[in-house]
């Protein structure tokens, strides 16, 4: 008995020790080129490990799965190469949302974007092609992807 009621008060000691510290927020331990300005203190992390910032908001309902999205986007590694795009002001890619027809990252990161809006996300490897290599994009990259959502179709 005497020992019980030393271990719950070591515990409750304990459990008053830590109270106090709340845990830091998650870094992304990926170096990036400083001209793609990916600062963690501004995004916000997906329980995925997606990290995104809204550059702009949009207007309208937000995109739901099965819409047909049509975005103009860049994607680029931690290094700033550039590996995937639509290119220039005028061309878009149509797709549809929350089909599996991106990366697990595309769907997860744009998830709430609107008509207008322009988003960075932060795609892990594990949320983009993991230990696969796909074209020009090592296996194990992290991706950088800006994108914007020109117009959604129900």
């Not at 170096?31 to 908001?57: C, H, K, Q, Y």
């Not at 994607?75 to 878009?92: A, C, K």
């Not at 089909?99 to 809006?117: C, E, K, N, P, S």
């Amino acid at each position: 008995m005497r020992y019980t009621r030393g271990l719950r008060a070591l515990l409750l000691a304990a459990t008053a020790a830590c109270a106090g510290t709340a845990s830091p927020p998650p870094a992304l331990e990926t170096a990036f080129a400083p001209w793609l300005n990916i600062r963690p203190d501004s995004m916000t992390r997906r329980p995925s490990g997606v990290w995104v910032r809204d550059l702009e908001v949009g207007s309208g309902i937000p995109i739901t799965a099965g819409d047909q999205i049509e975005v103009r986007y860049s994607v680029y590694l931690s290094d700033g190469t550039e590996v995937d795009g639509t290119g220039g002001d005028q061309p878009s890619r149509l797709f549809r949302y929350g089909r599996g027809q991106l990366i697990a990252g595309w769907d997860d990161g744009m998830q709430g974007m609107r008509v207008g809006g322009r988003r960075t996300l932060v795609i892990p490897p594990a949320q983009g092609y993991g230990s696969r290599q796909r074209g020009n994009i090592p296996a194990h990259s992290t991706l950088i992807v800006t994108v914007q959502v020109l117009d959604v179709i129900k």
